[in-house]
């Protein structure tokens, strides 16, 4: 039985996510797997990649064939020159956490402000005017 390592396609039709799955070559994409070793999230920025290394390396070293999506991601975590037995590749980004409201914070904003109209709204206008007429003819 010939074995690949592939991805499988999950998520919606403009959000595509990714396992990294062990699966017979003869399955179709997304078909039953033989095990999970993985993520790939393309859509995220960066990319998010897990690869569990200890089991891709397990898998390529009984001769699992990686497809060329795959065998890209190996090369980018170093699982593939591991592998090989090559130098170890430059570290991936990290995401770097997200402040609140960072540009808020930087004008230095506050929060106690409540947001009140600048302008008078027409009606409460036509009333007070309305008021002002009664009270100068009763006079």
């Given amino acids: 039985?010939?074995?690949?390592?592939?991805?499988?396609?999950?998520g919606k039709i403009r959000s595509p996510h990714y396992r990294i799955v062990v699966a017979d070559s003869r399955t179709r994409r997304d078909g039953r797997a033989i095990e999970e070793i993985g993520l790939y999230h393309p859509v995220?920025?960066?990319s998010r990649i897990e690869v569990d290394t200890d089991r891709a390396q397990y898998w390529l070293g009984v001769g699992a064939q990686p497809t060329e999506p795959v065998l890209a991601i190996?090369?980018?975590?170093?699982?593939?020159?591991?592998?090989?037995?090559?130098?170890?590749?430059?570290?991936?980004?990290?995401?770097?956490?997200?402040?609140?409201r960072p540009v808020f914070d930087a004008l230095g904003g506050d929060?106690?402000?409540?947001?009140?109209a600048i302008t008078q709204k027409k009606k409460a206008d036509k009333k007070d005017e309305a008021a002002a007429e009664s009270?100068?003819?009763?006079a």
Wanted: glycine content about 6%; aromatic content about 4%.
């Fill in 1 to 10: 039985m010939a074995v690949k390592i592939k991805l499988k396609r999950l």
């Fill in 135 to 138: 009270e100068s003819t009763e």
């Fill in 111 to 116: 929060d106690s402000s409540k947001g009140e």
């Fill in 44 to 46: 995220q920025n960066p």
């Fill in 74 to 100: 190996l090369k980018l975590t170093g699982d593939w020159q591991k592998f090989k037995g090559l130098p170890a590749p430059a570290p991936l980004l990290v995401a770097a956490p997200k402040a609140a």
